[in-house]
């Protein structure tokens, strides 16, 4: 089976990681903030924090920025559950933006009506959450004028988009918002196994976001309310978490971070291949922004005619696929059709240009290990599977 994402270990991934089981510190030692250092750097962030995932961090994050009961907070519906959920784990609401069909990001047309019902209704966001799809930013200057104008904070959930930029600079400088998301899951641009990240320009947030990722406590003496009983002594200021990343993980990412730009060039290469093979084919790609220079995460398509014959119905070119060896996937469900969101009062035909997106969205597999043949072969299997014939053999 071609997985449709895995990761790329090296040797020298594997030396970094061995040094640190010969050490001293296994956690809490010099890795993590060595990798925090060169992710800050690497993006221009004022401020890194790693945790043990990409929904730890999204949970501090919107805890430093106050998110709790009685608050909203409003994200797209094609993203992965956490985007929404790190929310419900403040005790806020959630609420969706649909989005542009073309790319599969927040839709800042969708967003500014929203807010224009939003603010007759008296109940703006406190935070927004866009999600960064496959690697591609959003457009990130209009959602940014329009939190701004109307008050609110703004949560780059960029899981897919380590090595993406927009305008020009990389994702995660924080330029149009208050925090930014990174994932290092495996099938990620760069992995740690499972960790994330939370980028910052403001100290206070980065301070915030340190204290809620260990526990709440502190041995700083500007964050006691006492004077220091000895150099033992530590305080719990707030109730906060064990959200750290170890130094095994921490090293596995400063290794792979030192091929990160190889890593996206890959990406861009083989999505480029993927243009050329299917630019004939009955499938539509997610356009991609002149503003815009994906990490190309995600490879996905949009089958044209999704409602026509059976052999072009996207679970039958699937289920094809997968009998053929190719491990497509789909991402994602529309958020707000999950049980758990049915429950808190959302349906189906809310957020008509996600639901439609999700009927024909396939994922292809897109990893540097990729090769041309098997490309080729990924490519005439959809064909085939679109075509309704059987019998494709590798290339």
Known sequence: MIPYGRQNISDDDIEAVTAVLKSDFLTQ??????FEQAVASKTGAGFALATNSATSALHIACLALGLQSGDLLWTTPITFVASANCARYCGADVDFVDIDPATGNMSPAALKEKFITAEKNGRLPKVIVPVHLCGQSCDMAAI?????????????DASHAIGGQYQN???????????????????????????????TNSAELAHKMALYRSHGISRDEVDMTEASHGPWYYQQTLLGF????????????????????????????????????????DVTPLTQLP???????????????????????????????????????????PVHL?????????SAGDYPAAEDYYRKALTIPLYPDLTTEQQRYISATLIAALAGRSGVEPG
């Open 29 to 34: 030692g010099q890795a993590v903030p060595a």
């Open 144 to 156: 940014s004028a329009l939190a701004r104008h109307y008050g609110c904070h703004i949560i780059e």
């Open 169 to 199: 600079e990389p994702v995660g400088c924080g330029r149009f918002s208050d925090i930014t998301v990174f994932s290092f899951h495996p099938v990620k641009i760069i992995t740690t196994g499972e960790g994330g990240m939370a980028l």
């Open 242 to 281: 064990n959200y750290r990343m170890t130094d095994i993980q921490a090293a596995l990412g400063l290794s792979q971070l030192t091929r990160l730009d190889s890593f996206v060039l890959q990406r861009r290469e083989l999505a480029a291949f993927y243009d050329t093979l299917l630019a004939d084919v």
């Open 291 to 333: 503003d815009s220079g994906s990490a190309w995460h995600l490879y996905v398509v949009q089958i044209d005619n999704v409602q026509g014959t059976a052999a072009a119905n996207r679970k039958e070119v699937f289920n094809y696929m997968r009998e053929q060896g190719v491990g497509v996937n789909v991402h994602y469900i």
């Open 338 to 346: 999950q049980p758990y969101y049915r429950n808190l009062g959302f």
